[in-house]
């Protein structure tokens, strides 16, 4: 494919340079605040961020800018060309409808909401964050009126995630797969072999062993440490400074290595889909990875896909059982473990099944409070009846309640969707691998290979639509329930009847 | 003191926060280029590092800013505000006097020169860096003559590094102190108890159990980590983001441990100065300590004064011993170690005595070039003739000779007397507070406390005389000599009768 080479776009390409020059230094700051900054560093690090934030819309409202702009949008462009312009149209949009006073007072708020969500958490009380949390959804009530939608002020909030995204598309695609799962789930824990707790779960392990295996895994995955590393932090992430540089965090508890394993190959996921796009893209607005359900499609194939799987457990089973401090672990054990259902309480350890259910409910409480329906105020209560309606549990602390996700104390209000509607489509490209004979063994080169040609050389050219298009697909989420129904029914030997 | 209420004065400093966010963010990229970065993020980083220099100049340059700094300067103004002033000026009149042109060319010039450089060094082969090394030294002659000078155009450089210096004054105290420093050479080599190594230097250390020293010597000077953190690189240095996170490097090699142990102390003195600079000067001009002369004789005072005191090595003795596999050491073994005088290569691990000959060296070369009186491609001869003549040693590989410093490739011309400047200086900081009973124990507290009081708090808001001034002294290079001839004479057992 051939990039850039429009007049206008290569014009346009070069004045970003220094809108991406802020944005890549920005990015690195924060990622050195959420692994190595001494933590009385955060007051600067907040104020010097949010200067770099009002430089870069200052930047982006250029009129030279925006003519330039303006100018290629009339000009006929190739796919990279109208890509370049389609994000920095949606982002030029978003500055110029929500006014710079407005951003920097959600800036604010967001910074000490984030802390005052931290104090609440530790003090399980949630009545101490209920007023910044009020304002925040208030604050991105009237973002949703300031950048217009067509039937739910939430969709304009959705959208800001995955673009076109509605709540209509939402509770469609919910109604179709949790009764279904619902169904499924009632199946398992009907099921003989069903066990509410593994043993696996409260074995300490060496972190030191733990930390080499995860190593390991991922020197199995990826040669080149010259451009990808990882460390430690208090959730995971992944970020990017482009395909040379993409980094990812994992985690450590006391017990219970799976979550350090999963978490570690789900970031290495999202990882890849910088590490694998486009050198030409570099530096420019459609760098990488951009749609976050694509993204999570990637992140949670490898988790699921590949790190749930027989073969995987069973290559580094010696490694595993090392980092157990040499506890006995055959493989079929350890793939029950690895692959146990139980409704919890925490979404970030939730099965590939129960995990939709606390999606499910996020989704329907932001819902409802953006379109006044329900009261911050009474946010706790609903959470905890819609839990035991789902799960059948109910939180005892707030900590594992309301005030799990830090989502909302950083402002974010419509991102939860893009997790569950990532995972449902990463059944569909393990689908398509394994039709092509691709995705069969514990060599992922072939593997890596195919989702680099098809879906992360393109950065973020594509919308999710237009990728799967190209793919010749279409966004189907019964291809994750059949995956689910055949793993788990053969798992906890049931016969699964579909509704 | 009360520090800034001029409104003029708070106007510049509002709109000198977008300026500071820049230079912040940009320290912090820097960090993890030199600790974490994987080596091919290098590309996009220097680019997104060159980008934030050009918007920081426009900044700079804006005419409202330029304005207002016009304004106060004619106003009356208390000591920070005046020091505000004083500093915004300096780097006004740099960007006003350097074509915007010149900065950039000379960036990308040296960004290449550092690779050059250290392939060269690896090549052993000076012939590589010699190229990019005349173009650094002409550009550096060109910014001289865009800068102005009175004697020497080596004098608008070294003005560059330290306010006011100028070569006529770095020759004084050269020819004041080096001929009596050759005589102290010649005293120790004569001696009977000179040794020309010692058996510690080529003892191979645990690194795992240095690492731990290293970290509870900082942690018995500096107790807040919650402000301050020690990483690796591949050459110590210090950085601060203010004095809530300020940083420092050590590095490691196989053998010879003091070299880990002096560069961990003479890191923490330069970051003691920025962590006890006084809260009110965060984020503007003159926040930490910015006189490189002055910096030095912080960083020099805890390297030489105390960390190659019998106090501090007998504190840490035991540590030492489980540092190098339990070999028995004994406190005067390991003070003579930590104090070998002895001819060497390398300007890095030169003791206290031989280091000044290293930057009396480089300092005539540099100024021979920009006077035009050497040629770059006669550095090498020169460079090993003056070797020989001062130290009585000969480089056998370039690397140990005129490729040892990175400063040249990074552009730094007119550097290295800094060095030696504020070693001497050190020795008065220890004399001043020896004489006051401040400072005579492992107990740092009082020397600490001192420090913060008379320097550190005021961060660069006086330049090194007029600090000097402040605490009754006058610049007296012979101070250190006294300190040097006292000690020395002691641990070689000689008599000193002065020239």
Redesign the interface.
Known sequence: MQYFKNPTILKILDLY??I???S???A??H??LET??????V???G??????A??RQRMFLDPAFVKLINLADKQKLNDPEKAAIRVLNREFKFYTKIPAKFIEEFENLTNTATVVWRTAKEKEDFKIFEKPLSKIFDMNRQMAEHLGYEDSPYDALLDQYEEGLTSKTVNQLFSNSIPQLQTLLKQITNSKKYQKTHWLENQKYDRGEMSKLNDKILRSLWK??????I?VSSHPFTTS??N??T?ITTWYHEKDFARSILATIHEFGHALYDLQSADSL??TPIAGGSSLVIHESQSRFWENHVGRSMEFIEKFLPDMQLAVHGSPLTVHDAYLYFNKVSPSLLRVEADEITYHFHIMLRFEIEKDIIEGKLKVKDIREVWNTKMKEYLGVVPKKDSEGVLQDIHWSGGSVGYFPTYSLGTFLSAQWREKMSNKQIFKSTNYDKTKAWLEQNIHIYGSIYTMDELLKKNKMKYDPSVNLNYLQEKYSKLYEFKFFSQ
């Open positions: 340079k220094d991406w020059a802020l890549y230094t920005s690195v700051n990622w050195d190595y900054m001494p933590s009385k560093g007051g600067a690090r104020e010097a961020l949010g200067r770099l009002t430089i080149d440490f010259d451009r990808f590393r460390d400074f482009g040379n540089d980094r570099e530096m």
